[in-house]
T-cell receptor, first 113, second 113 residues
């Protein structure tokens, strides 16, 4: 089925570094959702974006809804060890069933203290 | 506190046995979902329900069944027909409004041997 392309697939960084990851699609999205999943837990919503060009922050996290509506990025500033996890982007397709979210395969983040 | 509760956290079964995973929410959400998560494959939708006594197949419904007798509860049965049942199962819920994000439970890890 249709998927979102997330990159990078994985990152290994030093504590204190900034992180940037993105999500792209060949089709248009009206909503972008960013989730974080820690090992053995369910995904937790970090940021929801509803308008093209929207820039939203949640603490050290910042996400933007791309102007073309085909991409989004998530930045984490001054990373800390508890940022470790898998970050997923997701969204309902512009056409079709909005109950069936399209999911990226995730960006796995490791932080070296 | 409102939330989604999945139980049990770990479940072990012998091949050929049906097994039912529990999901309860007290968020007053109308929609509930079941996802399967395998390494490297992201989240795949099994079934979803928007109203009591009604549910729809997701992308990988074969070998699974669900019921929605109460708004708060959406149990998933993994039948013996499911060829590769070992996986991490996630339940989620949301409001019905188009942009309402999903809230997830903490998952059940099912191992079938």
């Amino acid at each position: 089925g249709q998927q979102l392309n997330q990159s990078p697939q994985s990152m290994f960084i030093q504590e204190g570094e900034d992180v940037s990851m993105n999500c792209t699609s060949s089709s248009i999205f009206n909503t972008w959702l960013w989730y974080k999943q820690e090992p053995g837990e369910g995904p937790v919503l970090l940021i929801a974006l509803y308008k093209a060009g929207e820039l939203t922050s949640n603490g050290r996290l910042t996400a933007q809804f791309g102007i073309t509506r085909k991409d989004s990025f998530l930045n984490i500033s001054a990373s800390i060890p508890s940022d470790v996890g898998i970050y997923f982007c997701a969204g309902p397709p512009e056409t079709g069933n909005n109950r069936k979210l399209i999911w990226g395969l995730g960006t796995s983040l490791a932080v070296n203290p | 506190d409102g939330g989604i509760t999945q139980s049990p956290k770990y479940l072990f079964r012998k091949e050929g046995q049906n097994v039912t995973l529990s999901c309860e929410q007290n968020l007053n959400h109308d929609a509930m979902y079941w996802y399967r998560q395998d390494p490297g494959q992201g989240l795949r939708l099994i079934y979803y329900s928007q109203i009591v006594n009604d549910f729809q197949k997701g992308d990988i419904a074969e070998g699974y069944s669900v019921s929605r007798e109460k708004k708060e509860s959406f149990p998933l049965t993994v039948t013996s027909a499911q060829k590769n049942p070992t996986a991490f199962y996630l339940c989620a819920s949301s409001h019905l409004s188009e942009n309402s994000p999903l809230h997830f439970g903490n998952g059940t890890r099912l191992t079938v041997t």
